[in-house]
Nanobody, 116 residues
Framework: QVQLVESGGGLVQPGGSLRLSCAAS????????MAWYRQAPGKQRELVAR???????NYADSVKGRFTISRDNAKNTVYLKLNSLKLEDTAVYYC??????????WGQGTQVTVSS
């Protein structure tokens, strides 16, 4: 059974930082794309950042230069470092892993709240 467990969310002031972690079990994560999505109240879920098995990354324009995705295959874990947080970064952040053609798994989400 595949499980993705996120951690690291919380309340932070504008300009602050957080690091999210997502530990995967039940899969060999090194062969999966790993990603972070987020969903703010009343909005659709959107891709924040993605990293391929080879380490290629892509980011949403809104987070480029502020967020960094990384992975540790030995620990089956993907990270998201959030710097220079803005009010509009407030959302539930979800971990996702996928592998063509059909494997696609989601974590339960972790809340990030940016507020003064």
């Amino acid at each position: 059974q595949v499980q993705l467990v996120e951690s690291g969310g919380g309340l932070v002031q504008p300009g602050g930082s957080l690091r999210l972690s997502c530990a995967a079990s039940g899969i060999i994560s090194s062969i999966y794309n790993m990603a972070w999505y987020r969903q703010a109240p009343g909005k659709q879920r959107e891709l924040v950042a993605r990293i391929t098995p080879g380490g290629t990354t892509n980011y949403a324009d809104s987070v480029k230069g502020r967020f960094t995705i990384s992975r540790d295959n030995a620990k089956n874990t993907v990270y998201l470092k959030l710097n220079s947080l803005k009010l509009e970064d407030t959302a539930v952040y979800y971990c996702n892993v996928d592998r063509w053609p059909m494997d696609n798994y989601w974590g339960q989400g972790t809340q990030v709240t940016v507020s003064s």
